[in-house]
């Protein structure tokens, strides 16, 4: 069974002193495919760099909004630049976040558009990072079109922002947090049609029951398809296969 792990952070401090270990060990448990996820300009740089030393691992470019100190002009045009590195199958994570952010909104939404323009320009997907700002967040998208779509990463339980999500074309990528007790990830799992389904970990983050509190790696990604595989009623080997397509279809690979 082969498994492609929509997000991770291997660029993260936590896999500083074994990191060549790690992403062999994930490597040999299945996991055929990863994305490596900047969100400052220098983790972006060491994403695209981790890419290039592994074939299996792919990289993103992009400043979170919860890095917006990282956000001035010349830094925008930096990642416009190293975003045409051909390891770079998507813009992000950008979005907006305010849960920890509450005090700094339009700078964050200038900052969220201003990389769906260099995402267009440069004819990627996104990566988007939304929470508490559902509203704000289908806002931007209806009014700035992403052309080639992109992804609700760790995408909340939030119904609502699942429907408009998907009828805006973009993927639902779930994480560990579906696996956690009183997620109540029933209904909003069931709302996502197969084919924009999509697996990931955000790890070191959101390790899956039942090691949460445990540095995550991408070799859990199977407990988040297995509760899928359990909500759904689909076979574990039918999930992978059929998260594994769409990951390689949303970053065109
Ligand atoms: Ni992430």
Not at 96 to 115: G, H, T, V
Not at 185 to 214: N, Q
């Amino acid at each position: 069974m082969e498994f492609f792990d929509s997000h991770a952070h291997y660029n993260d401090e936590s896999f500083k002193e074994d990191r060549e270990n790690i992403i062999n060990y994930i490597y040999n448990e299945g996991i055929s495919r990863t994305v490596c996820v900047g969100y400052n300009l220098e983790k972006s740089i060491e994403a695209i760099e981790i890419a290039e030393k592994n074939d299996f691992i792919y990289a993103t470019c992009g400043i979170s909004p919860n890095d917006i100190e990282d956000f001035n002009n010349n830094k925008l045009l930096e990642i416009e630049k190293i975003a045409k590195n051909k390891k770079v199958v998507a813009i992000g994570e950008i979005g907006l976040d305010y849960y920890w952010n509450k005090e700094n909104k339009d700078k964050q939404k200038e900052l969220f558009i201003k990389q769906i323009e260099i995402a267009n320009k440069l004819n990627k997907p996104i990566v988007i990072h939304t929470r508490d700002a559902t509203i704000d967040t289908i806002d931007i998208l209806k009014n700035n079109p992403v052309i080639k779509k992109g992804i609700f990463h760790c995408c909340p339980l939030n119904q609502e922002l699942i429907k408009e999500g998907v009828k805006l074309g973009f993927y639902i990528s779930f994480s560990g947090n579906i696996t956690f007790k009183n997620a109540n990830s029933e209904a909003p799992v069931k709302l996502v049609p197969l084919d924009r389904l999509l697996i990931e970990t955000d790890c070191p983050y959101l390790t899956p029951e039942p090691f949460r509190g445990k540095r995550n790696d991408s070799s859990k990604v199977k407990l988040v398809a297995s509760k899928i595989s359990e909500i759904l009623q689909i076979p574990l080997g039918k999930i992978a296969e059929i998260t594994y397509k769409n990951a390689n279809e949303i970053f065109n690979i």
